[in-house]
C-alpha cells in the first residue's frame, strides 16, 4: 500500500489540490543551504578552493563523506511512475509530485533530507543500472510506487549490489505496520499468533511483504492464504503466478474467496474497493481482525462490518476511521535508524524490531498534544486504537532507536550507538525546546519540590500533574476539590493523581489563619479585613499565600485567566525581590539557535532604569540554560540615528548596564538586522562590541516584545518555551491562558528549579 495522505480525498477540489502545488515557489520543496554563504572567504570555503580539502579526504577514504557531506542524512526516494498511488502506470514525469510529498514526510517526520529522482525506465536493467550509480551520493535509498512483480526483482537486485539501505516502502512499510496491528488486535481479542488462519484479499507486492512479516512474527506459513481476483492462489495455478506470491500457494485446486476467507481469524485487504462482502463477514471466526486498506474506498467499509458484527477489530487506510494503516509511521523511523548506524542494508530484524516498536508504543498512555492535533480526541489503548497516530512524536523515538539496536545486533551497523544517548539525539532533533529543557528538567530533578497549581481541577494541569510525578520534576498540590479531581483523574487514566496532596481553599480549617495573615500584609493597601475573608478563598490568592507561608516552594497559575489577573495576587503578595522588577522572557527556539526575548509581558513602557533591570535579569536567565549571553538593545534607531524619544531611553538604558554589570557583553541601541546579522555588523557598525549575534534581545516596550515574539513563533516556525516570570521574590510562573500540557511542564520545572536557587533572574 502507498502512503495515504492525511485527509479525506472527497473532500477536496481539483482546483483546490492544483493551487495548492502551483503556488509560488512550484512544487513543495526546495534545497537550503546548511552553511553560511554570506562573504567572500564563505564562498570560498563552499567553493573553490576550499572545498578541494573534504574532497581529497574522501578520494583516500570513501567513508569520510558521511563526515564532509550531507550523504549520512540524505535519502533517495526513487520511482518509474508504474503503479502510482491507486493511480496506476502514469508515467516518470506524473510521480513526481508524488515524490516530493515522500520528501516532505520524510523530512517532517524525522528530519531527514531526500532528493526524489523519477527514472524513466520500465525496464529492470536501466532501471538498476541508474540506481546503482548513484550510490555515492545517498545514504539510503527508498523504492516508490514500483509495479509488481518488478519491484521484487528490482529489490532484490539492488540489495545485492549496494552497500546502503534499500526499501521498497510500498511493500514493508505496510508490512511492518499492519505487523504491528496484528500484534496488538491478537492481544486484545485474546488469539495466539500461531494458532490463526490469516487470509490476504489482494496478492501484489504490499501483500507479499506482509505476509512474509506476518511470518516472521510468528504466524505459521501454511496458516496463510492468499486470494487475488483468480481466487486462491494454490500450486500449479496457471493465471497469473509468479515465484513471490508461489510461496504461499495453498492446495492445489481452485477456491473462490468466499470460500476460502470462512472462518479466518484475520483478513487483510490490499486490493479494491467492494470486494469483501458483509456474507463474507458473517462467516468469520470469533473476534475476527480485518484490515481493509484499499484507498481512498477500502474493501469493505467497517461501518458494514459492525452492521454485521460487533466483535471485529477494523484497521483502514484512511485518516477518518480509527486504527489508520499510515506508511508514515514507519518509514521515517526506519530509515532514521538504519542512517545512524550507517546500516548497509535494513533486514529482517530491523524489519521486526519496528513492528514490535510500534506496537508497544500504542500500549503507552497518549500526550495531549497528540490528542490536540486530532482535534481533542481521546485515544487510548484498544480496539479503536491498536495503532499509534502518525502525528505522535513519540514515534521517531520508539522506531530509530528499535531499528538502529536490532541493526547492531544483526551485522547490519557500521558503528555503534549507546541507546540512551541516541534517543536523546532523537528529541533534539525533534525541537531545540527539548534541548532547553533536558538542562532544566535534569537540574529539577536533584530535589523535590513542592509546587502548587491553583487550577488543580483542569484536565490539562492533571495530565501535566501526572508527568511532572512520573518523571520526578516536582511534587503538584492541587487546588480544588478531592471528589472532584479524583473523578477528573480517574476518566483520564492519571493513577498518579491519587497519591498527590488536593486542597480546597472553600472548606479547610486553615481559612481563618489565612484570613488574618492576608490582612496583615494588605490592610496598608487599602484591603479591609471584610475583602481579605473572601479574597482567601479564591485559588490563585491562596496560592500565593501558601507560598508566602512557606508551605509550598512554587506557583504555576494562569492556565483559565488572563495575565494580569492571574499575575496581579503573586505581585501583591510574593512581591518582587529588593531592588527588581517583575518580567516576562520567552525563549524562542529555532533550529539552530536560541534566543531570549524580553519583556513580553509585563511592563507595557518601561523606564531606563527599568529596562537595565530587564536586561540584567533576562542575561542571568541565559546563564542559567547554559548560554553565554550577548545582549541587544532593541530600538528603530541604530546607534544615535534618532538622539530622542525612545531611543534615547534604550541608549540611557545601556549606559545603566554596563555600569552595574561591565561583564556582559551587551550593545545598542540597533535595529534587529545588525543584532542578529553578522553580515550588516561586519558591513555597517563594524564598532559594535557583539562578538556573534545577539542570543538576549530585549525590546523598548510591551507592544514591541509582544509582537515580535508571536510573529516569530505563528508565522516564523520558532517553539516556544514560557513565558517565564523574573524578578518574584520567590518562584511565581504564569501559563499562557490555554496552555498545553508540555506548556505546564516546562514551566513547573522552571519553577522547581528556581525554588532550589538553581535559577535566581
Same mark, same amino acid.
Given at each position: 500500500?502507498?502512503?495515504?495522505?492525511?485527509?479525506?480525498?472527497?473532500?477536496?477540489?481539483?482546483?483546490?489540490?492544483?493551487?495548492?502545488?502551483?503556488?509560488?515557489?512550484r512544487?513543495?520543496?526546495?534545497?537550503?543551504?546548511?552553511?553560511?554563504?554570506?562573504?567572500a572567504?564563505?564562498?570560498?570555503?563552499?567553493?573553490?578552493?576550499?572545498?578541494?580539502?573534504?574532497?581529497?579526504?574522501?578520494?583516500?577514504?570513501?567513508?569520510?563523506s558521511?563526515?564532509?557531506?550531507?550523504?549520512?542524512?540524505?535519502?533517495?526516494?526513487?520511482?518509474?511512475?508504474?503503479a502510482?498511488?491507486?493511480?496506476?502506470?502514469?508515467?516518470?514525469?506524473?510521480?513526481k509530485?508524488?515524490?516530493?510529498?515522500?520528501?516532505?514526510?520524510?523530512?517532517k517526520?524525522?528530519?531527514?533530507?531526500?532528493?526524489?529522482?523519477?527514472?524513466?525506465?520500465?525496464?529492470?536493467?536501466t532501471?538498476?543500472?541508474?540506481?546503482?550509480?548513484?550510490?555515492?551520493?545517498?545514504?539510503?535509498?527508498?523504492?516508490?510506487?514500483?509495479?509488481s512483480?518488478?519491484?521484487?526483482?528490482?529489490?532484490?537486485?539492488?540489495?545485492?549490489?549496494?552497500?546502503?539501505?534499500?526499501?521498497?516502502?510500498?511493500?514493508?512499510?505496510?508490512?511492518?505496520?499492519?505487523?504491528?496491528?496484528l500484534?496488538?488486535a491478537?492481544?486484545?481479542?485474546?488469539?495466539?499468533?500461531?494458532?490463526?488462519?490469516?487470509v490476504?484479499?489482494?496478492?501484489?507486492?504490499?501483500?507479499?511483504?506482509?505476509?512474509?512479516?506476518?511470518v516472521?512474527?510468528?504466524?505459521?506459513?501454511?496458516?496463510?492464504?492468499?486470494?487475488?481476483?483468480?481466487?486462491?492462489?494454490?500450486?500449479?495455478?496457471?493465471e497469473?503466478?509468479?515465484?513471490?506470491?508461489?510461496?504461499?500457494?495453498?492446495?492445489e485446486s481452485?477456491?473462490?474467496?468466499?470460500?476460502?476467507?470462512?472462518d479466518?481469524?484475520?483478513?487483510?485487504?490490499?486490493s479494491?474497493?467492494?470486494?469483501?462482502?458483509?456474507?463474507?463477514v458473517r462467516?468469520?471466526?470469533?473476534?475476527?481482525?480485518?484490515?481493509?486498506?484499499?484507498?481512498?474506498?477500502?474493501?469493505?467499509?467497517?461501518?458494514?462490518v459492525?452492521?454485521?458484527?460487533?466483535?471485529a477489530i477494523?484497521?483502514?487506510?484512511?485518516?477518518d476511521?480509527p486504527?489508520q494503516?499510515?506508511?508514515?509511521?514507519?518509514f521515517?523511523?526506519?530509515?532514521?535508524?538504519?542512517?545512524d548506524?550507517?546500516?548497509? #542494508? !535494513?533486514?529482517e530484524?530491523?524489519? @521486526? =524490531? +519496528?513492528?514490535?516498536? %510500534?506496537?508497544?508504543?500504542?500500549?503507552?498512555?497518549? /500526550? &495531549?498534544?497528540?490528542?490536540?492535533?486530532?482535534g481533542?480526541?481521546?485515544?487510548?489503548?484498544?480496539?479503536?486504537?491498536?495503532?499509534?497516530k502518525?502525528?505522535?512524536?513519540?514515534?521517531?523515538?520508539?522506531?530509530?532507536?528499535?531499528?538502529?539496536?536490532?541493526?547492531?545486533?544483526?551485522?547490519?551497523?557500521?558503528?555503534?550507538?549507546?541507546?540512551?544517548?541516541?534517543?536523546?539525539?532523537?528529541?533534539?532533533?525533534?525541537?531545540?525546546?527539548?534541548?532547553?529543557?533536558?538542562?532544566?528538567?535534569?537540574?529539577?530533578?536533584?530535589?523535590?519540590?513542592?509546587i502548587?497549581?491553583?487550577?488543580?481541577?483542569?484536565?490539562?494541569?492533571?495530565r501535566?500533574?501526572?508527568?511532572l510525578?512520573?518523571?520526578?520534576?516536582?511534587?503538584?498540590?492541587?487546588?480544588g476539590?478531592?471528589?472532584?479531581?479524583? #473523578? !477528573?483523574?480517574?476518566?483520564?487514566? @492519571? =493513577? +498518579?493523581i491519587?497519591? %498527590?496532596e488536593?486542597?480546597?481553599?472553600l472548606?479547610? /480549617? &486553615?481559612?481563618p489563619?489565612?484570613?488574618?495573615?492576608?490582612?496583615?500584609?494588605?490592610?496598608?493597601?487599602?484591603?479591609?479585613?471584610?475583602?481579605?475573608?473572601?479574597?482567601?478563598?479564591?485559588r490563585?490568592?491562596?496560592?500565593?499565600?501558601?507560598?508566602?507561608?512557606g508551605?509550598?516552594?512554587?506557583?504555576?497559575?494562569?492556565?483559565?485567566?488572563?495575565?494580569?489577573?492571574?499575575i496581579?495576587?503573586?505581585?501583591?503578595?510574593?512581591?518582587?525581590?529588593?531592588?527588581?522588577?517583575?518580567?516576562?522572557?520567552?525563549?524562542?527556539a529555532?533550529?539552530?539557535?536560541?534566543?531570549?526575548?524580553a519583556d513580553?509581558?509585563?511592563?507595557?513602557?518601561?523606564?531606563?532604569?527599568?529596562?537595565?533591570?530587564?536586561?540584567?535579569?533576562?542575561a542571568?536567565?541565559a546563564h542559567?540554560?547554559?548560554?553565554?549571553?550577548?545582549?541587544?538593545?532593541l530600538?528603530?534607531?541604530?546607534?544615535?540615528?534618532?538622539?530622542?524619544?525612545?531611543?534615547?531611553?534604550?541608549?540611557?538604558?545601556?549606559?545603566?548596564?554596563r555600569?552595574?554589570?561591565?561583564?556582559?557583553?551587551?550593545?545598542?541601541?540597533?535595529?534587529?538586522?545588525?543584532?542578529?546579522?553578522?553580515?550588516?555588523?561586519?558591513?555597517?557598525?563594524?564598532?559594535?562590541?557583539?562578538?556573534?549575534?545577539a542570543?538576549?534581545?530585549?525590546?523598548?516596550?510591551?507592544?514591541?516584545?509582544?509582537?515580535?515574539?508571536?510573529?516569530?513563533?505563528?508565522?516564523g516556525?520558532?517553539?516556544?518555551?514560557?513565558?517565564?516570570?523574573?524578578?518574584?521574590?520567590r518562584?511565581?510562573n504564569?501559563?499562557?491562558?490555554g496552555?498545553?500540557?508540555?506548556?505546564?511542564?516546562n514551566?513547573?520545572?522552571?519553577?522547581?528549579?528556581?525554588a532550589?536557587?538553581?535559577?535566581?533572574?
Amino acid at each position: 500500500m502507498a502512503t495515504t495522505f492525511e485527509t479525506q480525498t472527497r473532500q477536496i477540489a481539483r482546483q483546490e489540490a492544483l493551487d495548492y502545488h502551483s503556488a509560488w515557489p512550484r512544487g513543495k520543496i526546495e534545497v537550503v543551504p546548511t552553511k553560511a554563504v554570506a562573504t567572500a572567504r564563505q564562498l570560498a570555503l563552499a567553493y573553490s578552493p576550499g572545498v578541494a580539502e573534504p574532497c581529497l579526504a574522501i578520494a583516500e577514504d570513501r567513508d569520510l563523506s558521511y563526515k564532509y557531506t550531507a550523504r549520512g542524512n540524505l535519502v533517495a526516494v526513487i520511482s518509474n511512475g508504474t503503479a502510482v498511488l491507486g493511480l496506476g502506470d502514469i508515467g516518470a514525469w506524473a510521480s513526481k509530485p508524488v515524490m516530493e510529498g515522500k520528501g516532505v514526510l520524510f523530512k517532517k517526520f524525522a528530519d531527514i533530507d531526500v532528493f526524489d529522482l523519477e527514472v524513466n525506465a520500465k525496464d529492470v536493467d536501466t532501471f538498476c543500472a541508474v540506481v546503482k550509480a548513484l550510490e555515492p551520493t545517498f545514504g539510503g535509498i527508498n523504492l516508490e510506487d514500483i509495479k509488481s512483480p518488478e519491484c521484487f526483482v528490482i529489490e532484490r537486485r539492488l540489495r545485492g549490489m549496494m552497500g546502503i539501505p534499500v526499501l521498497h516502502d510500498d511493500q514493508h512499510g505496510t508490512a511492518i505496520i499492519t505487523g504491528a496491528a496484528l500484534i496488538n488486535a491478537l492481544e486484545l481479542q485474546k488469539k495466539r499468533i500461531d494458532h490463526v488462519k490469516v487470509v490476504f484479499v489482494g496478492a501484489g507486492a504490499a501483500a507479499v511483504a506482509c505476509a512474509e512479516q506476518y511470518v516472521a512474527l510468528g504466524v505459521p506459513r501454511q496458516n496463510v492464504f492468499m486470494c487475488d481476483k483468480y481466487g486462491l492462489v494454490y500450486r500449479g495455478r496457471p493465471e497469473d503466478m509468479d515465484e513471490w506470491k508461489g510461496v504461499f500457494a495453498q492446495g492445489e485446486s481452485s477456491r473462490t474467496l468466499a470460500q476460502v476467507i470462512r472462518d479466518a481469524d484475520v483478513v487483510v485487504g490490499l486490493s479494491t474497493a467492494g470486494v469483501i462482502t458483509q456474507d463474507m463477514v458473517r462467516a468469520l471466526a470469533k473476534d475476527p481482525i480485518l484490515f481493509a486498506l484499499a484507498n481512498p474506498v477500502p474493501e469493505i467499509l467497517p461501518e458494514q462490518v459492525l452492521e454485521v458484527r460487533g466483535d471485529a477489530i477494523i484497521a483502514t487506510g484512511r485518516s477518518d476511521y480509527p486504527n489508520q494503516v499510515n506508511n508514515v509511521l514507519g518509514f521515517p523511523g526506519i530509515f532514521r535508524g538504519a542512517l545512524d548506524v550507517r546500516a548497509n #542494508a !535494513i533486514d529482517e530484524p530491523m524489519k @521486526l =524490531a +519496528a513492528s514490535h516498536a %510500534l506496537a508497544q508504543l500504542a500500549r503507552q498512555d497518549v /500526550p &495531549e498534544n497528540v490528542s490536540a492535533a486530532y482535534g481533542g480526541q481521546s485515544f487510548r489503548f484498544g480496539r479503536d486504537y491498536i495503532i499509534p497516530k502518525p502525528f505522535d512524536p513519540r514515534v521517531l523515538t520508539a522506531v530509530a532507536p528499535a531499528v538502529a539496536q536490532a541493526a547492531m545486533g544483526s551485522g547490519a551497523a557500521r558503528i555503534r550507538l549507546d541507546r540512551s544517548d541516541y534517543v536523546e539525539q532523537l528529541r533534539k532533533r525533534q525541537g531545540r525546546s527539548y534541548e532547553v529543557m533536558s538542562i532544566v528538567i535534569g537540574k529539577a530533578r536533584r530535589k523535590e519540590t513542592r509546587i502548587v497549581f491553583p487550577e488543580g481541577n483542569h484536565p490539562r494541569i492533571l495530565r501535566a500533574a501526572q508527568i511532572l510525578v512520573e518523571e520526578r520534576i516536582c511534587r503538584p498540590v492541587l487546588l480544588g476539590r478531592r471528589d472532584e479531581v479524583d #473523578a !477528573i483523574a480517574r476518566e483520564a487514566g @492519571l =493513577a +498518579a493523581i491519587a497519591d %498527590l496532596e488536593v486542597i480546597d481553599p472553600l472548606s479547610i /480549617p &486553615e481559612v481563618p489563619e489565612y484570613t488574618q495573615k492576608l490582612y496583615a500584609l494588605r490592610q496598608r493597601a487599602g484591603m479591609s479585613f471584610a475583602e481579605a475573608a473572601y479574597r482567601i478563598r479564591q485559588r490563585n490568592v491562596f496560592a500565593a499565600m501558601l507560598l508566602h507561608d512557606g508551605r509550598v516552594d512554587g506557583v504555576v497559575t494562569g492556565m483559565t485567566r488572563s495575565y494580569p489577573e492571574a499575575i496581579r495576587p503573586a505581585l501583591q503578595i510574593v512581591r518582587t525581590m529588593p531592588g527588581r522588577l517583575a518580567a516576562g522572557t520567552y525563549i524562542l527556539a529555532f533550529k539552530h539557535d536560541l534566543k531570549l526575548f524580553a519583556d513580553c509581558t509585563v511592563n507595557a513602557d518601561p523606564t531606563a532604569e527599568q529596562l537595565a533591570d530587564i536586561a540584567i535579569s533576562t542575561a542571568e536567565m541565559a546563564h542559567a540554560f547554559e548560554i553565554t549571553p550577548r545582549v541587544a538593545m532593541l530600538s528603530y534607531s541604530n546607534f544615535g540615528t534618532d538622539r530622542g524619544g525612545s531611543p534615547a531611553k534604550v541608549r540611557r538604558a545601556l549606559e545603566l548596564v554596563r555600569q552595574r554589570r561591565p561583564d556582559l557583553e551587551i550593545d545598542g541601541e540597533m535595529q534587529v538586522d545588525p543584532a542578529v546579522m553578522q553580515s550588516v555588523r561586519e558591513q555597517e557598525f563594524p564598532f559594535t562590541r557583539l562578538t556573534g549575534d545577539a542570543n538576549v534581545l530585549i525590546f523598548p516596550d510591551l507592544n514591541s516584545g509582544n509582537i515580535g515574539y508571536k510573529l516569530l513563533w505563528r508565522l516564523g516556525g520558532a517553539e516556544v518555551i514560557g513565558p517565564v516570570l523574573m524578578g518574584m521574590a520567590r518562584p511565581v510562573n504564569v501559563l499562557q491562558q490555554g496552555a498545553s500540557v508540555q506548556d505546564v511542564v516546562n514551566l513547573s520545572a522552571m519553577t522547581a528549579v528556581r525554588a532550589q536557587n538553581e535559577l535566581v533572574y
